[in-house]
Nanobody, 122 residues
Framework: QVQLVESGGDLVHPGESLRLSCAASGSIFRVNAMAWYRQAQGKERELVALIISGGSTNYADSVKGRFTISRDNAKNTVYLQMSSLKPEDTAVYYC????????????????WGQGTQVIVSS
């Protein structure tokens, strides 16, 4: 029905930058919000950054000033520009969306991507 495909995960050195992308496709009527979560090994999944349809954003304290979330509404794609990466940013990054489908325009559904691995190591 709806698919989220992430890309951009990689192995980088501390201080380097990386950009993640997530494209939503399928039976989409309206995207309400998109976000990036991450889950480090042995830890719970946490919200990294969120962007809602009006463009407002929210960030985890640990990434403020280093990460930027943006969105291309025409492409239903969300990006996460990560700068000054630290080893503690190592995790699987998951894309998330809240949207209405063409089949049910009055209800909000959530979908997850399959995850993309980011490793920050010297």
């Amino acid at each position: 029905q709806v698919q989220l495909v992430e890309s951009g995960g990689d192995l980088v050195h501390p201080g380097e930058s990386l950009r993640l992308s997530c494209a939503a496709s399928g039976s989409i009527f309206r995207v309400n919000a998109m976000a990036w979560y991450r889950q480090a090994q042995g830890k719970e999944r946490e919200l990294v950054a969120l962007i809602i349809s009006g463009g407002s954003t929210n960030y985890a304290d640990s990434v403020k000033g280093r990460f930027t979330i943006s969105r291309d509404n025409a492409k239903n794609t969300v990006y996460l520009q990560m700068s000054s990466l630290k080893p503690e940013d190592t995790a699987v990054y998951y894309c998330w969306t809240n949207l209405a489908t063409l089949e049910n325009r009055l209800r909000a559904y959530t979908f997850w991507g399959q995850g993309t691995q980011v490793i920050v190591s010297s």
